[in-house]
T-cell receptor, first 110, second 114 residues
Framework: QKEVEQNSGPLSVPEGAIASLNCTYS??????FFWYRQYSGKSPELIMS????GDKEDGRFTAQLNKASQYVSLLIRDSQPSDSATYLC??????????FGGGTRLMVKP | GAGVSQSPSNKVTEKGKDVELRCDPI?????LYWYRQSLGQGLEFLIY????????KSGLPSDRFSAERTGGSVSTLTIQRTQQEDSAVYLC????????????FGPGTRLTVL
């Protein structure tokens, strides 16, 4: 059974700090990795994708992938209260299906 | 361009009634997915359509649930004889169907079964 694991949180960080969100996955054949942000009462929004080992930066967001360790993370620099949301990790294997983690709730305190 | 749209945004029904939920994917997206999300819970996969291929129905929780996708575009999720445990937000997503593509979600339909 393919699994994607995330700490449910909440992860609480002060405004301006770096938030680090982590995700592990069980399927070694996984090819693509995604981070979604979901505000309370809203649908998930795709914010980052990463396919190769290493780091990928987009503005204040950095996605990190380590396939050997089956680990993907999302760093949010200069965290803002507006970043407070649930962050979902999603992993694609050989087909088009995504397996989602349960999400980590992030709280950024002013 | 327009994103994924879903209707209705909210649906309140009585136990035992049938409901239909509609999803209109992003134009040109060949893959369409239905998920369910109960309050405070993660995403539960229901069904996946890819082009003209037979759908992957492996996530449907019971035979009361069915879905169609007409003309490779609009999809309808039907729940027959609704039960209170069917109350959830039903989310539709679409993608280009290419390896490596992310999915884009609609706003969801909040279903409440009284």
């Amino acid at each position: 059974q393919k699994e994607v694991e995330q700490n449910s949180g909440p992860l609480s960080v002060p405004e301006g700090a770096i938030a680090s969100l982590n995700c592990t996955y069980s399927d070694r054949g996984s090819q693509s990795f995604f981070w979604y942000r979901q505000y309370s009462g809203k649908s998930p929004e795709l914010i980052m994708s990463i396919y190769s080992n290493g780091d990928k930066e987009d503005g204040r967001f950095t996605a990190q992938l380590n396939k050997a360790s089956q680990y993907v993370s999302l760093l949010i620099r200069d965290s803002q209260p507006s970043d407070s949301a649930t962050y979902l990790c999603a992993v694609r294997g050989a087909g088009n299906m995504l397996t989602f983690g349960g999400g980590t709730r992030l709280m950024v305190k002013p | 361009g327009a994103g994924v749209s879903q209707s209705p945004s909210n649906k309140v029904t009585e136990k035992g009634k049938d409901v239909e939920l509609r999803c209109d994917p992003i134009s040109g997206h060949t893959a369409l997915y239905w998920y369910r999300q109960s309050l405070g819970q993660g995403l539960e996969f229901l069904i996946y359509f890819q082009g003209n291929s037979a759908p992957d129905k492996s996530g449907l929780p019971s035979d009361r649930f069915s879905a169609e996708r007409t003309g490779g575009s609009v999809s309808t999720l039907t729940i027959q004889r609704t039960q209170q445990e069917d109350s959830a937000v039903y989310l539709c997503a679409s993608s280009l169907g290419l390896a490596g593509e992310g999915q884009f979600f609609g706003p969801g339909t909040r279903l409440t079964v009284l």
